[in-house]
């Protein structure tokens, strides 16, 4: 039998994952050991933007709203909150195994009846439960069985009475969480796309039955500017509206903001109304009374929630697939990371133009006088133009070069990534020059080289 055709990852893809890599913003966990399938480990600049992006949305979320409120709950929870919840019996996905190769799939992405790798026998589709099972104790058995998190919004709703009591909060209010959750993906991929540890940024919001409809459209709203913020191309972001047939049983609407990637529009984040089910069921299960008693309606009822759901990795790739350029160039391309300068791993690079003249020491005092406010980065090695280069495909916003005229009236050359024009500005303007473009930075109109059809037309 004829061996059928993988999927080709598609070349910019295979590019941006090189620069990963190569670079320092994400490597395969374990990679000395040959790697741990779908894990990934985040490296110098990868952890500065992952972190940059986890702010700005603690920002927008925490900070920026009255009645928003922070919570960092346990990976480890009682088992009963996950048959609560459902994902005891409900969280699987179907599954078939190859007699052959034994490679494992997902029943509901194949075509066809035989094994897309060796073209073998499958076997008969099983369902296969996503959640990571431990125990929790010296002794393994029924009594001690625990789970690893597969999402953190149940975390969120468990402590729903105590977070609303101890920030003395009335709906409508809002719990946000950043965290880590697990699920044992059968067939994960496109880079951290879909991995098997992950982070999630979630805000549950509590609302009256009656207001969901009006709290839906605010939410999907505000999810949308966020992602504006990121500085992402608005042509490459997309609504879709979940069907009756895509519609989980609790919810009673759904919207997901899909991205543009090389491989095909896929979900970024999820804004959903939950209806009043997450409440209704721990309460069911757990014997707790979780109503809230409205004072100024002087009524008792059970919350509404909208929930806004977002991966931070998958976030973070949407950031740089969209930040991935090359120009054309006469000897190789120009490989540039348009990344918005709000979440930009490092701020500006700082060079002395050469080793002498006390260009080097004067270069370091600016560095350390940025360094208290932005991450930049200090670099003497190489031609100027190499290190320009390399502060390219960082990401970088900023080159600041120290020069035989800085000396002369404290001034230094600034070079532009994304126009790679060069002016020059004093020292002591540097920092509101970073700031302004932090908060008022625009994407440039570039054409991408990328033939548009690899990314699904």
Not at 68 to 86: N, T
Not at 132 to 144: L, M, N, Q, R, Y
Not at 426 to 444: E, F, S
Request: proline share 5%; hydrophobic share 35%.
């Amino acid at each position: 039998m004829a061996k059928p055709k993988k999927n080709k990852t598609p070349v910019k893809m295979e590019k941006l994952m090189s620069l990963c890599k190569r670079r320092g913003f994400i490597f395969l966990s374990s990679e000395i050991y040959g790697g741990q399938s779908a894990c990934w480990d985040f490296g110098p600049l990868g952890v500065e933007l992952k972190n940059n992006i986890k702010q700005l949305w603690w920002k927008a979320m925490v900070h920026e709203n009255d009645n928003i409120e922070g919570l960092d709950a346990s990976i480890i929870m009682h088992p009963r909150v996950w048959e609560a919840s459902g994902h005891v019996d409900g969280f699987h996905d179907p599954m078939v195994d190859c007699k052959e190769c034994k490679r494992r799939f997902r029943a509901d992405t194949l075509e066809g009846d035989s094994c897309p790798e060796c073209g073998g026998e499958l076997t008969s589709v099983r369902q296969f439960n996503l959640m990571f099972k431990t125990h929790i104790g010296p002794v393994e058995d029924s009594a001690s069985v625990a789970y690893l998190r597969p999402e953190t919004a149940q975390g969120i709703y468990v402590n729903f009475l105590n977070v609303a009591n101890s920030s003395r909060q009335k709906i409508p209010f809002g719990i946000a969480q950043i965290g880590k959750a697990f699920r044992n993906e059968i067939t994960p991929g496109n880079f951290i796309f879909r991995s098997r540890e992950f982070e999630q940024m979630e805000m549950q919001f509590f609302v009256k039955p009656g207001t969901d409809e009006k709290w839906m459209e605010y939410w999907r709203e505000q999810r949308w500017k966020f992602h504006q913020r990121l500085g992402i191309r608005q042509d490459h972001l997309r609504w879709h509206e979940h069907g009756p047939d895509e519609l989980a049983h609790y919810a009673r609407a759904a919207f997901d903001i899909e991205y543009k990637f090389p491989f095909g529009w896929s979900e970024l984040e999820g804004v959903h109304n939950r209806t009043d089910f997450d409440l209704k069921r721990h309460t069911e299960y757990s014997g707790k009374d979780m109503s809230y008693f409205d004072q100024e309606a002087n009524e008792r009822y059970i919350p509404y929630i909208i929930e806004t759901s977002a991966g931070v990795d998958r976030t973070m790739l949407q950031v740089l697939v969209d930040a991935y350029e090359e120009e054309p160039g006469e000897k190789e391309n120009r490989v540039v990371m348009r990344i918005s300068p709000l979440v930009a791993p490092i701020k500006a690079g700082i060079f002395p133009l050469v080793k002498r003249d006390g260009m080097p020491e004067r270069a370091d005092e600016i560095y350390h006088e940025l360094k208290s406010e932005f991450n930049v980065f200090y670099d003497e090695g190489g031609s100027i133009g190499r290190r320009y280069r390399r502060m390219d495909e960082a990401g970088t916003p900023y080159c600041i070069t120290v020069d035989s005229q800085t000396a002369e009236d404290d001034t230094v050359t600034v070079r532009h990534r994304d126009s790679m024009e060069q002016d020059r500005v004093k020292i002591t303007d540097l920092k509101p020059m970073i700031r302004n473009a932090m908060l008022n930075y625009k994407r440039p109109e570039t054409v991408d080289i990328f033939d548009t059809e690899e990314n699904g037309g």
